[in-house]
C-alpha cells in the first residue's frame, strides 16, 4: 500500500504523481495475487500529462535517461563554484530550477522518511527549451512511512530525515554526498531557506495532519481488504 498512499497524501501539489490501480492477477491461469497498476516515470507520462515530447530526462548523479544532461553539469557548476547567498546567484538558479517543485518535492520525501532515496530513485526532467526549468519525479516511495524495518537501515517516526537528507558524508547508499547536493546548496541561500521552512510548517499543519492522511491509508486498506484473505493464502504473510 505503501508508495500508492504516498502519492496520494501528495495530491494537490505542484509534483509529477503516478496513479495506482489494484488488480487481482492471474498467471497463466494460477492466481497471483495482489498487484498494483502503475504509471511509469518515464517521457511517455510527461508526453501523456504534460504534453510534452523533446525533454531531457536524467537520474541519480546525472545520468542520461533522455536528451542530455549539459544544462544540468552547468547548475552544478553554479553550486559548486558560486555563492549561493547571493540573490543574484539565486536568481540564475531559478531560471534553471522550478524551485517550488524542487521544494516540495524534498519536503514530501523527508516527511516520509523513504530511506531508499536520495541516493536511489531519483529522477529529474525539463523541457528541451531556452526556459526549461528541472522539475523532480516522484516514484518508488516504498521504503517510506515506515517502510524498512531493518533498525540499521529502515526509518523511525523520531528520526530526523531532514538531517538524513542534508547530510555531506552520508555512505553509498542511501544518501552519498552527490545525492543531497542540491538541497545543501540551495539551502545556503535565505530566501530559499525561509521559503522551504514555510512551506514544511504549511505542509505539516494542513494537508499531511493526521487527521487528513488515516482516512486515505483507511480508503486504500479498504480497497483490497476483501482480496487479503486469499493473496495471504497464495504468499504467506511477507
Request: glycine share 8%; no cysteine; aromatic share 12%.
Amino acid at each position: 500500500l505503501r508508495d500508492a498512499i504516498m502519492h496520494r497524501m501528495a495530491r494537490g501539489l505542484d509534483l509529477e504523481l503516478l496513479a495506482s490501480r489494484s488488480a487481482v492477477t492471474y498467471v497463466n491461469g494460477v492466481y497471483w495475487g495482489i498487484y498494483n497498476i502503475r504509471e511509469r516515470s518515464d517521457r511517455q507520462y510527461i508526453t501523456t500529462h504534460l504534453g510534452l515530447e523533446d525533454v531531457d530526462i536524467l537520474e541519480f548523479a546525472g545520468g542520461v535517461v533522455e536528451g542530455d544532461g549539459e544544462h544540468y553539469q552547468g547548475l552544478l557548476e553554479i553550486f559548486r563554484t558560486e555563492d549561493m547567498s547571493s540573490p543574484e546567484t539565486y536568481a540564475r538558479v531559478q531560471a534553471r530550477v522550478d524551485t517550488d517543485n524542487f521544494a516540495t518535492y524534498q519536503i514530501m520525501q523527508i516527511f516520509y522518511g523513504n530511506h531508499d532515496w536520495p541516493g536511489n530513485n531519483i529522477k529529474f526532467w525539463r523541457p528541451r527549451t531556452p526556459d526549461g526549468r528541472w522539475r523532480w519525479l516522484m516514484f518508488d516511495t516504498d521504503f517510506g512511512l515506515g517502510g524498512v524495518r531493518d533498525p540499521n537501515r529502515g526509518s523511525s517516526a523520531g528520526e530526523n530525515t531532514l538531517a538524513f537528507a542534508l547530510r555531506p558524508d552520508g555512505p553509498g547508499w542511501p544518501n552519498p554526498p552527490w545525492s543531497t547536493e542540491p538541497l545543501r546548496a540551495m539551502m545556503q541561500n535565505p530566501q530559499f531557506r525561509i521559503d522551504f521552512i514555510n512551506r514544511f510548517a504549511d505542509y505539516l499543519n494542513t494537508m499531511l495532519k493526521p487527521e487528513i492522511t488515516r482516512p486515505i491509508v483507511a480508503e486504500a486498506a479498504a480497497t483490497i481488504a476483501p482480496e487479503m484473505p486469499r493473496h495471504i493464502e497464495r504468499w504467506g504473510r511477507i
